[in-house]
């Protein structure tokens, strides 16, 4: 009599059972994997694109300052953002390199990084690991504050939680809360917990005009020096000319950053003059020179 296939004792099924086993293990760990990577096990919760290798990376052949010491520059005079760029959680309709003045254009929302806020929109991060050595980053951009909380930014990354930022925003008034302040900061920020130091010549209400200004970050050694410079009347052609005034001094021993670009409203609804509007912030440059001692 035929043997009915199906009738198989429970040794013989053995394989096929622990090889079930195995592949439902297989799934749940790469669904733990998933669910770390996206930050709901304690994992990153804003990841940037793999570090690329240091090197040295040049757009132009006009760049300000002594071409010795470059190190990155970009002056978005392309019609695509360069592949060395990475945009977290990008808002596609807020953000563009314009055609006309080739500059890169970001307009600010509501969104930050500061202390328990993790809802920034269109981050840059530069996928380059910075200079191993001293070096300074640089950066021209405008923006025309009309409300409090306005702001622009730019910053030396490690994570959400942990980085330095010099930016130019508009603060809220010492009187009653009225008024707006535009001032410039430089922040460090150490496991969500932020000290600010603020420029000391503030100017005051809402700007008439777009603002242009330089943005500095200098690294030596485990010191930052924050500076940045108004440009009032003719355009700086080259960095050595620029006259900069200091904020302050951030010291950080090991910081393992990206710079990082970026425009927001904050996350308060309501301000003096009603929510914050969104304003255009324009860079013109963005530059990372080694310096000497």
Partial sequence: MTKDPRDKHWWQTVPGFLKAIAALITAIGGFIAVMYQVGYLGGPKRQAAPIQPSKEVSHSQNMPGSPSG????????????????????????RWEIEANSQ?????????????????????????????????EVIVKA????????????????QDDDNFLELGY??????INNTFIMRVPHFAKEIDGRRNVLLGEEPRWH???????????????????????????????????????????TQVWSGLDGKLSIWADNSND?????????????????????EVER
């Fill in 70 to 93: 470059r190190y990155f520059f970009d002056d978005f005079s392309t019609p695509m953002l360069r592949s060395e760029w990475t945009v977290l959680e990008a808002d596609n309709k």
């Fill in 142 to 157: 405008s923006i025309q504050i009309q409300s409090q909380h306005n702001a622009m930014s730019i910053a030396l990354f």
């Fill in 103 to 135: 500059k890169l254009l970001i307009i600010t929302q509501k969104g930050t990084l500061s202390e328990s806020g993790k809802n920034l929109k269109n981050q840059f991060i530069l996928n380059l690991n910075l200079p191993e050595d001293d070096y």
């Fill in 269 to 289: 609804n309501i301000t003096y003059g009603g929510p914050p509007q969104e304003v255009a912030v324009r860079i013109d440059f963005v530059t990372i020179r």
């Fill in 169 to 174: 925003s508009g603060r809220v008034g010492p």
């Fill in 206 to 248: 809402a700007a008439e005009s777009p603002e242009t200004m330089f943005l500095r970050i200098e690294r030596i050694g485990s010191e930052y020096n924050g500076y940045y410079s108004i440009v009032k009347s003719q355009a700086v052609w080259e960095i050595e000319d620029i006259r900069w005034t200091k904020i302050g």
